[in-house]
């Protein structure tokens, strides 16, 4: 199926660009969908030293942590601002309509399923 001197010369290539650019390969890697695990098993595998990757990698969660919770502080200071007073008696009269209508849904979906069988 697969050569293995195809497969060896392309980790070899992975290996020369992760250990030109460690750096960038963590970032990228991190924010990649699924590639967390993934990529940190990648470079657990290349040459790149276990000190230097733990200090990219804690340097980049800061980063990421930074990135995720500071607009997530901000926007929930803003909804505080708004939901102060009048506004938030119409937010809760609103959940609840909405999910009295869902409830209502799924009765409906639950319902017609019953009578089929």
Not at 44 to 51: C, D, I
Not at 91 to 115: C, M, P
Request: include cysteine.
């Amino acid at each position: 199926m697969f050569k293995k001197e195809g497969i060896r010369s392309r980790v070899a290539e992975i290996n020369k660009i992760i250990l030109k650019r460690p750096k960038a390969a963590i970032f990228i890697l991190q924010y990649l969908y699924g590639m967390r695990i993934i990529g940190a098993i990648g470079l657990g595998m290349t040459s790149l030293s276990f000190p230097r990757f733990m200090y990219y990698e804690a340097l980049n969660c800061m980063i990421w942590a930074a990135v995720v919770l500071a607009p997530g502080y901000f926007l929930g200071e803003t909804f505080m601002y708004f939901f102060q007073g009048w506004f938030r008696w119409l937010w809760l009269g609103l959940s609840v309509l909405v999910l009295a209508l869902f409830y209502r849904h799924l009765e409906i979906v639950f319902l017609r399923k019953t009578e089929k069988l």
